[in-house]
C-alpha cells in the first residue's frame, strides 16, 4: 500500500523524472538514501514502470499532432494490433469503447504527411482525425 510520502515521490517524479534523489529528499523531506530505497522498492512493486521523455516534436520538423480514432473494420483488430509499431507516428494508442474502437496520438510532418499516413490506416478501417490546436495539460 502506497503512503503519503510513496505518492509525493511519485508527484516530484511525474514532473521532473530526472530528479536527483538530493532533490526528491529535500522536497519530501527525506534523506537521499532513503528517497533511493523507496524509489527502488516502488519500480521492484512496478509502480513506477518506466521513466519518460517529453520532446518537442515541432521542433524535430513534426509541426502536425493529431489524435485520430478509428473504426475498425470486421476482423481487422488482431491485424492492426500486430501493425501498430510500424507505425513510428504513433505516440499513443489505446482500445476504447463506443462507436470507435482504437483511440491514437500521432505526430506528422504536415498535411501531406497526414493524408499519406490516413491512407495507410484505410486498409484497417474509417479513421476520424482531429487536429490537435494546444495543449491544456
Given at each position: 500500500?502506497?503512503?503519503?510520502?510513496?505518492?509525493?515521490?511519485?508527484?516530484?517524479?511525474?514532473?521532473?523524472?530526472?530528479?536527483?534523489?538530493?532533490?526528491?529528499?529535500?522536497?519530501?523531506?527525506?534523506?537521499?538514501?532513503?528517497?533511493?530505497?523507496?524509489?527502488?522498492?516502488?519500480?521492484?512493486?512496478?509502480?513506477?514502470?518506466?521513466?519518460?521523455?517529453k520532446?518537442?516534436?515541432?521542433?524535430?520538423?513534426?509541426?502536425?499532432?493529431?489524435?485520430?480514432?478509428?473504426?475498425?473494420?470486421?476482423?481487422?483488430?488482431?491485424?492492426?494490433?500486430?501493425?501498430?509499431?510500424?507505425?513510428?507516428?504513433?505516440?499513443?494508442?489505446s482500445?476504447?469503447?463506443?462507436?470507435?474502437?482504437i483511440?491514437?496520438?500521432?505526430?506528422?510532418?504536415?498535411?501531406?504527411?497526414?493524408?499519406?499516413?490516413?491512407?495507410?490506416?484505410?486498409?484497417?478501417?474509417?479513421?476520424?482525425?482531429?487536429?490537435?490546436?494546444?495543449?491544456?495539460?
Open positions: 500500500m502506497l503512503d503519503r510520502i510513496d505518492r509525493k515521490i511519485i508527484e516530484v517524479l511525474q514532473q521532473n523524472s530526472r530528479a536527483s534523489f538530493v532533490e526528491i529528499g529535500k522536497q519530501i523531506p527525506l534523506s537521499a538514501s532513503s528517497a533511493r530505497e523507496r524509489i527502488q522498492k516502488l519500480e521492484d512493486l512496478e509502480i513506477i514502470k518506466a521513466y519518460s521523455l520532446v518537442d516534436h515541432a521542433k524535430m520538423g513534426f509541426g502536425l499532432e493529431v489524435f485520430i480514432m478509428i473504426k475498425l473494420f470486421s476482423g481487422k483488430l488482431k491485424s492492426f494490433m500486430g501493425a501498430i509499431d510500424s507505425f513510428p507516428e504513433v505516440k499513443r494508442a482500445r476504447i469503447t463506443g462507436s470507435h474502437n483511440h491514437m496520438k500521432v505526430v506528422l510532418k504536415d498535411q501531406l504527411h497526414l493524408q499519406q499516413f490516413i491512407d495507410k490506416l484505410i486498409n484497417y478501417g474509417e479513421p476520424t482525425t482531429h487536429l490537435i490546436l494546444s495543449e491544456l495539460k
